[in-house]
């Protein structure tokens, strides 16, 4: 009796060394800092492996997190800093926390955030979950409106709102549509870019 309990012993040591902590670290373009630090926590959580990217949060595919996923095995764990850095919004969360229970697999994140397979923490898990989720949502709108910001600091447009156009060059954008050329026509004669066009145009039909 005591060999064979030893060697369940052991066997499950063995399992627990086997087990992988896969870290997944994400920020928009130009947070290299952000991202740079996503990484520093994830391995001072311990993780074996760490996948990052710097891509939109709305990319429908994330390379390097379908990579992190792909590497997980029964007994695995995700971990994010926070749900944000991997998931779009609260369907997306679900559906993929669900296929990593079914697997055996936990979600981690570093705020708190625990899903696993278990069923003595189902109750557990679900009120973090919805606390969380509640912050996804509010993480994403903020994110959003910093990565408009970058791009139009990137494009050359004032970052505090629409472009100044002077009023010659709006009388010049109206004139050019009233004889008939096109908005990438004017684009070309006038290096107003077709969104402010547009808007010109908008703006002069409401006078």
Request: hydrophobic residues 35%; positive net charge; proline residues 1%.
């Amino acid at each position: 009796m005591t060999f064979h309990f030893k060697r369940k012993r052991l066997l499950l040591s063995d399992q627990t060394k086997s087990r992988k902590s896969i870290g997944y670290a994400r920020a928009i373009k130009n947070e290299f800092n952000y991202l740079e630090q996503q990484i520093e926590s994830l391995k001072k959580e311990g993780c074996n492996l760490i996948f990052s990217e710097l891509i939109s949060l709305e990319a429908e595919i994330k390379p390097q997190l379908n990579k992190a996923l792909s590497c997980l095995s029964k007994g695995d764990e995700l971990i994010v800093t926070q749900l944000d850095r991997a998931f779009l919004n609260k369907k997306d969360c679900l559906k993929t926390i669900n296929k990593l229970m079914k697997n055996d697999v936990k979600l981690r994140t570093l705020s708190g955030f625990l899903a696993d397979n278990y069923s003595s923490k189902i109750n557990s898990s679900i009120f973090n979950i919805l606390y969380e989720l509640d912050n996804l949502e509010e993480n994403y709108s903020l994110e959003r409106k910093k990565e408009n910001l970058i791009r139009r600091k990137l494009s050359g447009n004032n970052s505090g709102g629409r472009p100044k156009i002077s009023p010659l060059k709006e009388s010049l954008v109206l004139r050019l549509r009233n004889e008939g050329f096109s908005y990438r026509s004017i684009r070309t004669q006038t290096g107003i870019s077709l969104s402010t066009i547009r808007r010109i145009i908008l703006d002069g039909e409401a006078i």
